[in-house]
């Protein structure tokens, strides 16, 4: 009896006191059914963020060409992908350094300040007045913003682990509904001096600054939801030297208990010590590069698409309104929403993350591949089948994304979460800042080789993003891939 009562004693986990990831811990053991709140907490802090990187895409192209820099139609799409850019050069120099942060001082503090962010310079963005302006803001919107890569090792630690993957699909959900929803934002709202004339004056401020309203929109979204990250509770461990037990363990634990997790604990300290580099963990950094790939396909995508759509069918496109790209883009936010909540979870229990990556890189292809065919049709057929395609091309990103996210995340203990998150986001925003300025480049060469034999106009577009995609599906395999 004896023996059983310490073998019971033995298994309890000593919580310390004033330590806020022991506080989660507690809570997760007492937590019961769906978590509901965490996760539109997380839900509503990554969509914030992610609306003001694609936000821009429906009037980017009006933008550049109201800068007046561009001195040909063509080069309008060039000049695009330098602003596309500018968000993820800066994240790119800045994300390690705020995984640190976030392992060192906590994730809550880098979430507060990304949204406080988001706030400041994209109300700015707005503002802008030139094609300087506009790259300066984006540049310091995606610098001083550190939220994506510490809110992953978030959603992987405030949740049970038979919610993890669930807290994941959440963040690349959000994300996935962001860049959908954000270019609806941004299409629908801008210019609204044009649209509701009856609302806004041409001399009014947004006449004045016709890109600001979607901005502003936004940042007050932004606003509201750092004043809700407040009540989010701390899940980083900080265990000092004079910490103890809790009133509450100690009266549960003896003697031996407490000596053999004194034991314990030196053990994992010691073991800590002893752990290889995180550039020498093959599994994530694996999953990271692999992460990269189909992050640099997504971003030319969402770039491209919106350009393609605004362009005029004279150069391949569908001459399409802000208004109509932003409807196309909130109906595939909708469906991505249902999949991602209640397909994805047990589709990825099933199969594992890897093949369900795997299987939407390959479906992909051929969907891209039609996408120059589509600009053929008109009318309601051309609506109907255009939705189709992007609710499906969107869906099967964010299965990617999902699984990568997953991978990544079970590849590092918690300790190192911050900073290997802050390393995935540094490539991946590398990565992502080749995206928007290639793939606009690629569109304005594409649009001046429409009789071209070999691959006219978008052709060569949607080819060069398929070469991508079964790039990324190929590095899915052993050995490049290694999950651990």
């Known amino acids: 009896m004896a023996e059983e ?24 053991e007492t937590q019961r059914g769906l978590p509901i709140r ?83 310079f994209n109300t700015l963005f707005g503002l802008s007045v030139n094609f300087w302006m506009a790259i300066v803001t984006r540049f310091l919107l995606g610098s001083l913003n550190g939220l994506l890569g510490p809110i992953k090792a978030y959603a992987s630690e405030i949740f049970r682990e038979e919610y993890q993957a669930l807290g994941l ?76 037990p809790s009133a509450d363990s100690e009266e549960t634990l003896d003697a031996y208990y407490v000596s053999d997790t004194k034991k314990t604990n030196q053990k994992a300290e010691a073991e800590k010590t002893s752990k290889k580099s995180l550039l020498r963990n093959w599994p994530l950094m694996s999953a990271i590069i692999v992460y990269c790939f189909f992050s640099l396909h997504d971003m030319a995508y969402s770039e491209i698409f919106s350009l393609w759509a605004t362009s005029p069918r004279k150069l391949g496109g569908l001459s399409y309104t802000t208004d109509q790209v932003g409807e196309v883009l909130a109906v595939s936010g909708f469906s991505l929403l249902i999949f991602q909540s209640f397909l994805y979870p047990p589709v990825e229990k099933a199969i594992g993350a890897i093949a369900t990556a795997r299987i939407a890189g390959v479906l992909s292809i051929p969907l891209l591949t039609s996408y120059p065919y589509i600009a053929l049709l008109s009318g309601f057929t051309l609506t109907w089948v255009l939705n189709l ?16 996210f997953l991978l990544q995340n079970r590849a590092v203990e918690q300790d190192q979460r911050g900073a290997a998150n802050g390393i995935s ?20 060469w594409a649009q001046k080789r429409q009789h071209a034999s070999f691959l006219p106009g978008d052709h060569l577009v949607f080819f060069i993003l398929n070469v991508i995609e079964a790039l990324g599906v190929l590095m899915t395999f052993k050995p490049f891939l290694a999950a651990k």
């Open 5 to 28: 009562s310490r073998e019971r004693l033995l298994k309890k986990v000593v919580y310390y006191e004033n330590c806020p990831g022991c506080k989660v811990d507690q809570y997760k």
């Open 38 to 120: 965490d996760l539109l907490f997380i839900g509503i802090v990554v969509l914030c963020n992610v609306l003001p990187i694609s936000s821009l895409f429906p009037f980017l192209y009006y933008m550049i060409r109201d800068f007046h820099i561009a001195e040909r139609e063509e080069d309008i799409s060039f000049y695009g992908g330098f602003v596309g850019c500018s968000f993820m050069v800066g994240r790119a120099l800045t994300s390690i350094f705020w995984g640190v942060v976030a392992d060192r001082y906590g994730r809550k503090p880098v979430i507060m300040i990304g949204t406080i962010v988001v706030v400041v």
């Open 169 to 244: 699909a959440t963040v690349s959900t959000a994300w996935g509904i962001g860049l959908i929803i954000g270019p609806a934002i941004g299409g629908y709202l801008a210019q609204p001096a044009e649209k509701f004339p009856n609302l806004f004056s041409k001399n009014s401020l947004f006449g004045r600054f016709p890109y600001f309203l979607p901005c502003l929109c936004i940042s007050l979204m932004a606003l509201g939801v750092t004043i809700v990250t407040i009540w989010l509770p701390e899940t980083l461990h900080k265990h000092h030297e004079n910490s103890r």
């Open 389 to 404: 395609a992007s609710l499906v091309k969107n869906v099967l990103s964010t299965s990617i994304i999902t699984g990568l």
């Open 425 to 444: 986001m540094t490539m991946m925003s590398v990565f992502k800042a080749i995206g928007p300025a290639a793939g606009g480049a690629i569109l304005s």
